[in-house]
């Protein structure tokens, strides 16, 4: 009895010096075991140096055994490896799990991790599957074999991906090489070098291009380091797609995304009217900017003619604005704090095309009418309406951002109703202003 004892310490003290002073090789010597071994041989190792082997293992071994241990084990572990090996681990385990795990860490430590965890709608980050296994380069052909066997995947696996130490991504290996290989070979000699990759925030469209591009039914995902996130599959794809294709374009007119083809009469009309009685409110407000100049329409009538080629001009240039913006703000390529140097560029674009557009439109109407007077007011009332217009592009999804409303909802009625009121006040206002240049 005294005999095992002594044994049982000794081999505790040399997993210990092992994992103490070789963690990533520890990693990978536990990666080839079952998770339950992995977990009964770390439970052996002091709790500060089982953190170094935590965080060298690949977070689809580590949410395995995450899973086993028990919330006090496993949140003493999620907190005390870095915050985004966390967050990798969090967003492969079971939801529910999840939550009452980042419930019992501290406010400032769970916030941390959700925002890690969360990547903005139709990114790659957003779309991929993280429950991925990744090799190493050293490990075995039989080794492999062994790993997907105990696995037991319920999806399809084509080709294993080859990380190094740091889990950055560097081969893959075919599953019919790896079926044919010599039980030996190292899956470094079996690995095709060519990778195509993609990063988290990815758009939709550089996806679907990478996929079709390379024929590729999965296209695996990394992040500024090159470690591997996740995978997007073709199928997976496809299916969002089909979902979600819509969805944008019935926001953005103030029609609810739950609402359907299909939807009833009754649901339609209470997701649709409020936003119709919205847009009419806004149109009176529009129309009571052209009634304010009522007289001034009335004296100068080509100016009723003219009054909706400014308010179309100022609408297009607030709608690019405004989808560039809200893509930005979608794909976090700014921030809400980025609005004054948002602003500063529409300002110039606005500038910009406002002038090309009005020397053209000013050419026409000076054909049509032979009013100089007339063609000073276009000119100069298209240049600040399309000025105006590009600023509330920006203002109009920053200020929905910053209130906590959704940045699509709607947005487009905000802005025309902004563009209409601007575009008729420059209009007339500077044509009142000018009227004594008027015919």
Not at 202 to 213: D, F, G, P, T
């Amino acid at each position: 009895m005294t005999e095992q004892i002594e044994h049982q310490k000794a081999e505790s003290i040399l997993i210990t010096r092992f994992c103490q002073e070789a963690p990533q090789s520890a990693a990978n010597r536990l990666e080839t075991l079952s998770v339950e071994d992995a977990i009964e041989i770390l439970e052996q190792v002091p709790q500060e140096i089982a953190l170094e082997v935590w965080s060298a293992l690949s977070p689809n071994m580590s949410a395995d055994m995450v899973e086993l241990l028990d919330d006090s084990d496993a949140l003493a572990i999620l907190k005390g490896i870095d915050p985004g090996r966390s967050a990798s681990i969090l967003t492969i385990i079971e939801s529910e799990r999840s939550e009452v795990l980042m419930a019992g860490m501290e406010p400032s430590i769970s916030r941390e991790i959700r925002e890690l965890m969360v990547y903005p709608i139709d990114t790659a980050g957003a779309l991929m599957d993280t429950r991925i296994l990744l090799f190493k380069g050293n490990m075995t052909a039989d080794e492999a074999l062994q790993i997907l066997r105990a696995r037991r995947l319920k999806r399809k696996v084509a080709e294993l991906r080859i990380v190094d130490d740091e889990q950055r991504f560097r081969s893959i290996v075919k599953l019919d090489s790896l079926a044919l290989a010599d039980p030996n070979q190292t899956l470094d000699e079996l690995s095709d070098q060519i990778v195509v990759v993609v990063d988290p925030n990815a758009s939709r469209e550089e996806i679907i291009e990478k996929l079709e591009s390379y024929g590729l039914d999965e296209l695996t995902v990394v992040d500024h380091d090159g470690r591997v996130l996740g995978a997007i599959r073709h199928s997976t794809l496809l299916d969002v797609l089909k979902e979600d294709v819509s969805i944008d374009i019935q926001t953005m007119v103030g029609v609810s995304k739950d609402e359907r083809a299909s939807s009833g009469s009754k649901f339609a009309v209470r997701k649709r009217l409020p936003w119709m009685q919205v847009n009419l409110l806004t149109a009176f407000a529009a129309a009571a900017v052209v009634g304010i100049f009522e007289s001034t329409i009335a004296k100068f009538t080509a100016l009723a003619v003219l009054l909706p080629v400014v308010a179309g001009q100022s609408g297009n240039a607030g709608a690019q604005a405004l989808a560039v913006a809200m893509r930005g703000l979608a794909l976090r390529e700014v921030q809400v704090r980025d609005w004054p140097k948002m602003v500063r560029k529409e300002t110039i674009v606005g500038l910009a095309n406002g002038v090309a557009v009005a020397i053209v439109c000013g050419i026409a109407v000076y054909i049509w009418s032979g009013q100089p007077g007339l063609v000073l007011v276009i000119s100069s009332s298209m240049i600040l309406a399309m000025v105006i217009a590009g600023i509330a592009g920006v203002l109009v999804p920053v200020g929905l951002k910053k209130i906590g409303q959704d940045p699509a909802v709607a947005s487009s009625i905000v802005l025309t109703t902004i563009t209409d009121i601007t575009g008729f006040f420059a209009f007339l206002g500077i044509a009142t202003l000018f009227a004594g240049f008027l015919a």
